[in-house]
């Protein structure tokens, strides 16, 4: 397939074929990343004439609205999903959680399993990490074909003994103001900002995350003047345990919650921070970069593959470089728009959509010719 503009208009398929059906499964526990990159494929699938149906929790499409995009929109439910994909030519699940469900409801099934590996963390420890292990290689088999959204875990599916794993660098689309005029200096004011440097991290509140070392890389800021704050924006199980450290240790700052205005948030930072202990192709370093806002994040996963020199690279779980890194931006100006320059460089050589989209719908048509 060429990845020429999407058109709104449904090509004609060829020879005479009935369009392709692909059912999009995404998992309970399936972050922002993933959905975006499903809204968008679902989009540019669906422009080029196949059959999309999106098996999602019910929130997901009430905050991404798979619909809108061209495509049906199915809840996540075993027997819902089972029939779905009864009735597709391919199924393609986003994430390991999803690629178990999918493959447990093809079962007895000739429809073959495409699995996006996205940002699943391959060092999780004890127990935990074990029964992730277990479950990697059950879809790494039960797949056609992985995709790795970088190398690192092309190299993962492989040595989980997956038979065919490919690199397929994720785009998300451009992140939305929503049609609004960003004002930083209303936001700034908003989240009490005004005169002091604002610090952005995006990401659900789990382990992975790094949070724990971010809060303790905050110890360090208090001592600048003026003190820069740092917002969270975010929900997940590890609130609680942020907030009661955020309270009994003074720290300068905020823990948002789950916001759908990302894009105006990270247009007022002055930096973003990402302190991952593992990550893929990160949304945040993705927006960050794009809107050429200086980033600081963890050596981690396909991070250093996709920043470049786009980005200050720290080790992970160290405070102290990442404190370091923060405060030597911040006070130098030049530096931090040196950044943003390589930030927006290196995010002109990542696949676009479209690119995604084409390189998906080849693996479809491959696999499908295989059937016939």
Known sequence: MSSSPVSTTAPAQPY?????????????????????????????????????????????????????????F????????????????????????????AALALRGRRVPLVVSWHGEDPAAPGALGRLARLLERRVAKAAAVVLGASSDLVDLARLRGARDARLAPVAVPVASTGGDTVDPDKMRAELGAVERPLLIAVGSLVPH??????????????????APLLVIAGEGPLRPELARRIEAEGLPVRLLGRRRD????????????????WEARALLAQQALRSGVPLVATAVGGVPELVGEGAVLVPPGRPGPLAAA???????????????????????????????????????????????
């Open 16 to 72: 005479g074929r009935p369009p392709l059906r692909t059912v999009q499964v995404l998992g309970p526990g399936a972050g922002a990343g993933n959905c975006a990159h499903v809204r968008s494929l679902s989009t540019g699938l669906a422009a080029r004439g196949v059959r999309v149906t999106v098996c999602a929790p019910v929130r997901a499409e009430g905050e991404y609205d798979f619909t809108g995009a061209g495509a049906q």
């Open 74 to 101: 199915a809840p996540d439910a075993v027997s819902v999903l089972r029939a779905a994909c009864a009735a597709a030519d391919v199924v393609h699940a986003h994430g390991v959680r999803a690629g178990l469900r």
């Open 209 to 226: 995350r790094g949070y724990s070392v971010l809060l303790d890389a905050a110890r360090a800021w208090r001592g600048l003047e003026p």
């Open 262 to 277: 990302a894009a105006q948030l990270l247009a007022a930072a002055d930096l973003a921070v990402l302190p991952s202990r």
């Open 326 to 372: 923060v405060t030597d931006l911040l006070a130098d100006p030049d530096r931090r728009a040196a950044l943003a320059v390589a930030g927006r460089t290196q995010a002109a050589t990542w696949p676009s959509e479209d690119d995604t989209v084409a390189q998906v719908l080849s693996v479809y048509d491959e696999l499908t010719e295989r059937r016939r």
